[in-house]
């Protein structure tokens, strides 16, 4: 039987509430630039030295010709680049390609390729018109049915939203003040990436990390690289049963967005039973802006329709359901990235 996958955190940006494995990874024939097998791909490739695209070509199973005009319009846009001698060589956008630097995208970049993702996209007319969604429409599933089938796309799902919380983590606990908390409870946090973050910073608080039981298993690796595995409880359980009680603090990072209205408001009234009389929900996501600006949230909340039948939320969406959770939205924190802190006490 193939290990868990996030069941939340289906997004660009990561991570989240029940987990399963996932389907149609591709192979590395099928994506040489990211791929991770005897290789990490052109990217891991091109910091050993700079190399023609024939070179590459026979190092990756690819034909040449047609490597080299794909290179030749990813240098166009700055992801790699083309020397006068002929050779490509990384570009500082190009170096988030390879698996060995902290910040890799390479991951997350692969399942962004990946069939099941661009076969959603190709769906996306079934979501406008009748508001289920894509993935649906594709396979005969919903996602996270179609995502315990294939354990290799599973485990590049799961690294690939993994990745996603590293790069989120120093904006999230850089942005709210966490120092007032004594009794954090991370509700579907994965392998625990933003608990150990909230607690490495806040070394007076104690944590919970809250997932399925195979999640939870599994955290104990990071946890105890980070140096926090003495401080945190492993709970596991179902977010639409209930919560772990007794805390002032719950974080739901790239929970809520996976989830219609009804289902996320009988997560937040588990979590609103389960806090402390003046504890805190702390919902992690991207807000909608009002008007016409640009947003990654407005992408996003495409994906979420497609994927999942979840959706992004204004603020004053996520006030009303909040409202009819039993909380009240308190503030929004905005944080460095396109993540904000809304943070709700009980009413």
């Known amino acids: 039987m193939p290990g868990p996958v996030r069941r939340a955190s289906f997004s660009f940006a990561h991570r989240g509430a029940r987990r399963r494995r996932t389907a149609y990874a591709r192979s590395e024939k099928d994506d040489p630039a990211g791929s991770s097998h005897e290789h990490g791909g052109i990217a891991d490739l091109l910091a050993e030295r700079p190399q023609t695209a024939a070179e590459l070509a026979s190092r990756t199973d690819t034909h040449a010709l047609s490597l080299y005009r794909v290179l030749r319009m990813l240098a166009g846009v700055g992801i790699f680049a083309e020397r006068p001698d002929g050779t490509f060589e990384l570009t500082p956008t190009a170096a988030l390609l390879r698996s060995d630097v902290p910040d890799s995208m390479r991951d997350i970049t692969r399942m962004m390729g990946g069939e099941w993702h661009w076969r959603m996209y190709g769906e996306l007319m079934h979501s406008v ?47 709210y003040d966490f120092s007032r908390f004594r009794r954090v409870v991370d509700v579907a946090g994965g392998q625990g990436i933003l608990l150990a973050g909230i607690l490495k910073a806040n070394p007076g608080a104690q944590g919970v990390l809250f997932d399925l039981p195979p999640v939870v298993g599994g955290a104990g690796e990071l946890l105890g ?56 929900v702390l919902i ?44 009240r939205l308190t503030r929004t924190v905005p944080t460095r990235s396109p993540l904000s802190v809304i943070e709700a006490q009980a009413m």
């Open 129 to 175: 018109r009748t508001g289920g969604t894509a993935v649906r429409k594709a396979y005969g599933m919903e996602i996270f049915e179609l995502l315990e089938r294939d354990p290799a796309a599973g485990e590049l799902f799961n690294r690939a939203m993994t990745s996603n919380s590293w790069a989120a983590v120093p904006a999230v606990v850089g942005g």
């Open 225 to 280: 690289r980070e140096g926090v595995a003495d401080r945190v409880e492993l709970v596991s359980g179902d977010f639409f049963e209930s919560v772990p009680p007794g805390a002032d603090a719950y974080v739901l990072k790239h929970v809520v967005h996976d989830w219609d209205d009804e289902r996320s408001i009988r997560i937040l009234r588990n979590v609103a039973s389960a806090m402390d009389e003046n504890g805190r």
């Open 284 to 327: 992690v996501e991207m807000v909608v802006p009002v008007g016409n600006e640009p947003s990654p949230s407005k992408l996003l909340d495409v994906q979420m329709l497609m994927g999942t039948g979840g959706r992004e939320r204004t603020e004053e969406e996520y006030r009303a359901l909040l409202e009819a959770s039993g909380l």
